[in-house]
């Protein structure tokens, strides 16, 4: 079955219906298939690249307590009330938070939070400069774009069939496919200690649960045409998403590439163009979405 099978009326199988999301993600995920990530994968961009990259996805990484807090919520709203199915997202909540926090924990590991300052504390990002451009909201327009659009997805959401589709079916399980590429690309390429990347395997294992919950909702759940189109839907907003982030690798690809000298300090800034069409692209946005 495909997925334009679900468009034009056809209720699948609640097993059909989860291949079918696994299909757009292995074949529509930025992750997967964008020239970027594959030379990260491959070892081919210079760490002051990998440094920009790790700034703008710490705006999404950031928000990972609050938009899974979120599903917990939306989960007893959309009238599903089973503790069991609640204690799960509970548990993705405490592995965000950190394992290491809560006794009887499968792994005493700490949150994703810190082990994304740890990795970039590694390549030369300190935390308090993370935190301050989290504070500030420091990031190029695409990632301010992207964290809104996370939010939206996270606290307004009329399903948490719809929430978990965007979010734990698409990029929890596309962490799940990635995450030893990027950790054996930093060991083997980039020179860094396992403990420093921590954060990468853990994410693969940890979204592996995430994801889990996901796909066992969809599968429990929807039952209906109606949902099964509102979850397909909801899971291509999600990759949708996973491609907007990846416009700021344009950005970094135009502007910050050719600034960058091979020792990875600045050439010069940005040219007065390119400045400019930052600037009026993050006005014009600031204004949509206020």
């Given at each position: 079955?495909?997925?334009?099978?679900?468009?034009?009326?056809?209720?699948?199988?609640?097993?059909e219906l989860c291949d079918v999301l696994v299909d757009e993600v292995k074949n529509g995920h930025a992750r997967l298939h964008h020239p970027f990530y594959?030379?990260?994968?491959?070892?081919?961009?210079?760490?002051?690249?990998?440094?920009?990259?790790?700034?703008?996805?710490?705006?999404?990484?950031?928000?990972?307590?609050?938009?899974?807090?979120?599903?917990l919520v939306r989960c007893q709203l959309s009238g599903i009330h089973d503790p069991e199915i609640h204690k799960k997202f509970v548990d993705i909540i405490?592995?965000?938070?950190?394992?290491?926090y809560f006794e009887g924990s499968p792994r005493p590991v700490l949150g994703h939070r810190a082990l994304f300052l740890r990795f970039g504390e590694s390549?030369?990002?300190?935390?308090?400069?993370?935190?301050?451009?989290?504070?500030?909201?420091?990031?190029?327009?695409?990632?301010?774009?992207?964290?809104?659009?996370?939010?939206?997805?996270?606290?307004?959401?009329?399903?948490?069939?719809?929430?978990?589709?965007?979010?734990?079916?698409?990029?929890?399980?596309?962490?799940?496919?990635?995450?030893?590429?990027?950790?054996?690309?930093?060991?083997?390429?980039?020179?860094?200690?396992?403990?420093?990347?921590?954060?990468?395997?853990?994410?693969?294992?940890?979204?592996?649960?995430?994801?889990?919950?996901?796909?066992?909702?969809?599968?429990?759940?929807?039952?209906?045409?109606?949902?099964?189109?509102?979850?397909?839907?909801?899971?291509?907003?999600?990759?949708?998403?996973?491609?907007?982030?990846?416009?700021?690798?344009?950005?970094?690809?135009?502007?910050?590439?050719?600034?960058?000298?091979?020792?990875?300090?600045?050439?010069?800034?940005?040219?007065?163009?390119?400045?400019?069409?930052?600037?009026?692209?993050?006005?014009?946005?600031?204004?949509?979405?206020?």
């Open positions: 079955m495909s997925a334009e099978a679900v468009l034009s009326g056809k209720t699948l199988s609640t097993r594959l030379d990260l994968y491959d070892g081919k961009l210079p760490l002051a690249a990998i440094r920009v990259w790790a700034k703008e996805a710490w705006g999404i990484f950031a928000y990972n307590v609050a938009i899974n807090t979120a599903k405490h592995s965000e938070v950190g394992y290491k390549i030369g990002i300190p935390a308090k400069e993370l935190e301050r451009c989290e504070t500030e909201e420091d990031f190029l327009p695409t990632t301010v774009l992207a964290r809104v659009g996370w939010l939206d997805i996270a606290l307004r959401s009329n399903h948490i069939l719809e929430q978990v589709a965007s979010t734990n079916c698409c990029n929890e399980f596309s962490n799940q496919l990635t995450g030893g590429k990027f950790f054996r690309a930093f060991r083997d390429h980039y020179g860094l200690k396992p403990h420093d990347i921590e954060f990468f395997a853990e994410h693969g294992e940890a979204d592996t649960e995430h994801s889990n919950i996901g796909y066992e909702l969809v599968e429990q759940f929807a039952t209906t045409n109606e949902l099964q189109i509102r979850v397909l839907k909801a899971l291509r907003k999600g990759l949708a998403r996973s491609r907007q982030r990846m416009r700021e690798e344009g950005v970094i690809w135009t502007c910050y590439l050719p600034t960058i000298s091979k020792n990875g300090s600045r050439k010069t800034s940005l040219t007065s163009t390119r400045l400019l069409e930052r600037i009026s692209f993050l006005f014009i946005t600031r204004i949509f979405l206020s």
